[in-house]
């Protein structure tokens, strides 16, 4: 992981787009199922311009936009593709999978390298299914109880924007300054991370299951083209700090059943 794709030679004209998105589009099934086999798929050497082209790519795929509504900085670059995390290069992002709070979550996650980091800035990725077998194996009665109570995740917002990878203010991304209005709409603001009764997790466990998700990460360097695509149910990512520029997009879509 990830299933790497590559053309048979290297690209030596501007058609490479054209026919990369014609060998997807009469490939579609299969494609979808590597996806699905693999939990992440990386296209290197195709060619792969700009925003337009990383659309066509993901429009290629007929899966359903799902809107991003959430802290992280992010700016709409080109129809249905969006800047990743605008929060401070100099800061890591810690790994989750994409969400969209009421809207759902997103099946699959598509990354494209528009312009790579000369230092740092990979795209860590891991397989959660994974994390949760060594969870069973290492504790399995904590792992019952989180099971039978259910774990409830929570974010607390600030009012303003700050410099910070969660740097939207609550009236952004909640869509409202109105406190009665956003809690009706989305969520509570609170801050924790507890099971659903309130009950804390053991602070040993939470840093062993940070170390086993640190310990089962696959990690690679950006190459400009890039364009990565994960199965946002199965694999976890995040981001290491790095050195300007670095320019990565992200779309996030609802896939139809194969």
């Not at 980091?117 to 989180?146: D, H, N």
């Not at 199965?231 to 996030?252: F, M, W």
């Amino acid at each position: 992981m990830p299933l790497v794709l590559q053309p048979p030679e290297e690209p030596k004209n501007s058609n490479d787009m054209q026919s990369l998105l014609l060998a997807l589009e009469k490939n579609n099934d299969w494609f979808k199922q590597m996806i699905i086999k693999n939990s992440a798929v990386l296209l290197r050497g195709f060619n792969v311009r700009n925003a337009e082209d990383f659309n066509d790519i993901v429009e290629t795929f007929g899966w359903d936009h799902v809107p991003y509504v959430g802290p992280a900085p992010r700016t709409n670059v080109f129809k249905r593709i969006w800047t990743a995390n605008e929060g401070p290069l100099s800061e890591p992002i810690t790994f989750h999978h994409e969400m969209a709070l009421m809207k759902g979550y997103p099946e699959n996650v598509m990354f494209f390298c528009e312009v790579p980091p000369l230092e740092g800035g990979e795209t860590p990725i891991g397989p959660s299914w994974r994390v949760a077998e060594r969870m069973m194996e290492e504790f399995p009665e904590a792992v019952k109880e989180m099971e039978e109570k259910g774990l409830k995740y929570t974010f607390k917002a600030p009012p303003q924007p700050t410099a910070s990878f969660t740097g939207r203010g609550w009236p952004e991304f909640l869509g409202s300054s109105d406190p009665a209005e956003a809690v009706k709409k989305y969520i509570k603001e609170i801050t924790s991370v507890t099971m659903m009764d309130g009950t804390e997790i053991p602070e040993e466990i939470v840093r062993r299951i940070e170390e086993i998700i640190e310990e089962e990460i696959i990690q690679f360097r950006w190459e400009k083209g890039d364009v990565l695509f994960l199965d946002n149910l199965a694999v976890y990512h995040g981001r290491r700090p790095s050195l300007p520029p670095r320019k990565v997009l992200v779309a996030t879509c609802k896939v139809a059943s194969v």
